[in-house]
């Protein structure tokens, strides 16, 4: 069985400071994760992937997320957020078949 | 690379109608389409997984002659949404994957979404 929590369903940042949103699985196996954003009225868009590589991975737009296998974690951070980042964001999880997250909603204020 | 079309954007349809959305990968082959809704505020709820050539996989729960899935080529699915009711008011997203099947490490591109509402 797989599941994917993402800890926060709200998160609000003053532009120009850092973001985290944290993302929890759990699985059977060793999952490959992702994260998307989605902006209002639109489909998703893919920030960045872990695959079993570097467990580090840089994204797109400067988001960058670490898996940590130990903590069931893949939790998505950017140093400075700016006013675009204003979206929803899914943590995803697939081994074999995708589980979404909640989602997380971004505010960035001015 | 990898794009998907969605159409179209918005749709206004009048209760007991029905109505078609298409999905289109632009740039590759996807043997492999799914369909979501979703609900103001909420997570992607997968409906169901097309595959070229072969009938769509439905989720527990979605009725199947009520949503109707064809996946003809490599590069088209539709959803038709039959005899719409207002319940039936979503938006509604659409993913594909490139290669052969759905495999583990690739991730999903998708669609721009359609906004469906039943009047």
């Known amino acids: 069985a797989q599941s994917v929590t993402q800890l926060d369903s709200h998160v609000s940042v003053s532009e120009g400071t850092p973001v985290l949103l944290r993302c929890n699985y759990s699985?059977?196996?060793?999952?490959?994760l992702f994260w998307y954003v989605q902006h209002p009225n639109k489909g998703l868009q893919l920030l960045l992937k872990?695959?079993?590589?570097?467990?580090l991975v840089k994204g797109i737009n400067g988001f960058e997320a670490e898996f940590k296998k130990s903590e069931t974690s893949f939790h998505l951070t950017k140093p400075s957020a700016h006013m675009s980042d204003a979206a929803e964001y899914f943590c995803?999880?697939?081994?074999?078949?995708?589980?979404f997250g909640a989602g997380t909603t971004v505010t960035v204020r001015a | 690379g990898a794009v998907v079309s969605q159409h179209p954007s918005w749709v206004i349809c009048k209760s007991g109608t029905s109505v078609k959305i298409e999905c289109r990968s632009l740039d590759f082959q996807a043997t492999t389409m799914f369909w979501y809704r979703q609900f103001p505020k909420q997570s992607l709820m997968l409906m169901a997984t097309s595959n070229e050539g072969s009938k769509a996989t439905y989720e527990q729960g979605v009725e199947k002659d009520k949503f109707l899935i064809n996946h003809a080529s490599l590069t088209l699915s539709t959803l038709t949404v039959t005899s719409a009711h207002p319940e039936d008011s979503s938006f509604y997203i659409c993913?594909?994957?490139?290669?052969?099947?759905?495999?583990?490490?690739?991730?999903?591109?998708f669609g721009n979404g359609t906004r469906l509402t039943v009047t």
């Open positions: 699985s059977s196996y060793s999952p490959s």
């Open positions: 872990y695959t079993s590589a570097a467990t």
């Open positions: 993913s594909a994957t490139s290669g052969q099947g759905f495999s583990y490490n690739s991730p999903l591109h």
């Open positions: 995803v999880v697939n081994d074999y078949k995708l589980s």
